[in-house]
């Protein structure tokens, strides 16, 4: 495939119109001009000078199959992402049953095998039974092990500290959910046991401050803000009788200092990555009983682009923090940068459409959006999966996704 007319970002943040060729999945060539003699008039797409960003690499998603999946399964969940540009997806374990064996993962591999429009990883769960004998045996085939510190949905929670300590031992990188004082308590594990810490969804001022500390300490820590973490806060959650439930979440939404506070943390490079936490319940669950969770990656990238417009941040962090960094930490090969020998997973974006995100036409079995009352920083027009178009305009094409692979 060739992508004509491509406006893209160079590392030091200028803009050049360039076209991009896909051989094989691969990206081959990134140049002014590319004239091919024998390519077909349907292995060019032109991207008529729009911005064409990597293909969005979303670490963190609760895509509900198996077990769950009147909310999410991985067809919808995955063309949510397609629609959203998102076209690397990592699954959290909170399915039905939890993936907390190696024999449940590989029963999920195989289950979501030639079902996903895009690419695709897993995390193992840590469990409160002590599960750490599994764990050593999937690192070089899942992302990380996931681990609850605090209570969630799906029933996780591990407590006890020598089982914390034989699950975190055995990892190559745990991604914790922890919240306030738990924050503390993971980033002392990972300096005790010396492994790689990515904190999920950070959410007020303290909790960067613990990760500040621990970074100037030298520590391997990552950290993760959510789009809702940084759009919303609790006045939006006292709008309506609604709202009051549907923002439910795990973190909860907090106040207008800490959507500052997490927006400065990006801009310091504190934060290394935005992660959705795409949690689909059904709008019917959450507004009949207490459901913790919102859908998001079908307009995580178009919110960040708002940013991106009111001059929060640049283009240059939203390609880091939303691309970059997050394929880095987890070390997912060839994603996350348009760059020769990279897959060929680009999103084609018009930064000049600022409609109203609207309700209808959502792809996610959720079937709502947090973010109906917001104008939109841009418009996904086309996804491309490894020289695939997966998305355009509306349309869905072919379920090309597979698992993704990691480097050492
Ligand atoms: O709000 C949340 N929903 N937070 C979590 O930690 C889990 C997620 C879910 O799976 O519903
Ligand atoms: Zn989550």
Not at 36 to 50: F, M, P, Y
Not at 316 to 332: R, S, T, V
Request: charged share 30%; hydrophobic share 35%.
């Amino acid at each position: 495939m060739l992508v004509k007319r491509c406006k893209i970002i160079n590392k030091n943040g200028t803009e050049e119109i360039k076209d991009i060729l896909i051989e094989n999945g691969f990206i081959s060539r990134i140049e002014k001009d590319i004239h091919l003699a024998n390519i077909s008039e349907t292995d060019i797409v032109d991207a008529e000078e729009n911005y064409v960003l990597p293909g969005i690499v979303d670490v963190h998603t609760h895509m509900r199959d198996p077990g769950l999946t009147h909310k999410e399964d991985f067809t919808t969940g995955s063309q949510a992402c397609a629609r959203g540009g998102v076209t690397t997806f990592i699954d959290m374990p909170n399915t039905v049953p939890n993936t907390t064996t190696y024999e449940l993962l590989i029963e999920k591999k195989n289950k979501m095998k030639e079902n996903a429009y895009v690419d695709y990883g897993f995390h193992f769960g840590g469990k409160k039974t002590d599960n750490s004998d599994e764990v050593s045996k999937i690192t070089q085939i899942c992302a990380s092990t996931k681990i609850f510190l605090n209570v969630s949905t799906g029933d996780m929670l591990v407590e006890d500290i020598g089982i914390l300590e034989r699950i975190f031992k055995n990892s190559k990188i745990v991604a914790v959910h922890a919240e306030g004082e738990m924050v503390e308590r993971a980033i002392n594990l990972s300096e005790k046991l010396d492994i790689p810490l990515y904190l999920c969804h950070l959410s007020t001022e303290d909790e960067l401050e613990m990760l500040k500390n621990a970074k100037n300490k030298g520590l391997k820590v990552f950290g993760e803000v959510t789009p809702h973490h940084l759009f919303l806060n609790r006045e939006n959650m006292e709008e309506t009788d609604d709202t009051r439930l549907l923002l439910r979440m795990k973190p909860e939404l907090k106040e207008k200092k800490d959507n500052n506070a997490l927006w400065n943390a990006i801009n310091s490079g504190l934060i290394n990555s935005l992660g959705t936490d795409h949690a689909p319940h059904t709008l019917e669950e959450k507004m009949t009983k207490l459901t913790f969770g919102i859908p998001s990656v079908e307009h995580s990238l178009e919110m960040m682009l708002s940013a991106v417009k009111n001059k929060k941040i640049t283009m240059l962090k939203l390609i880091e923090i939303m691309c970059k960094n997050p394929a880095e930490i987890f070390k997912i090969k060839n994603k996350g940068d348009i760059k020769i020998g990279n897959h060929g997973d680009l999103v084609i974006v018009d930064i000049n459409d600022n409609s109203p995100i609207k309700n209808d036409k959502i792809v996610s079995k959720s079937g709502w959006t947090p973010y109906s009352s917001f104008n939109r920083g841009g418009r996904v027009l086309t996804t491309i999966l490894r020289g695939n178009i997966v998305y355009s305009k509306g349309e869905f094409f072919g379920k090309y996704g597979k698992e993704i692979t990691y480097f050492d």
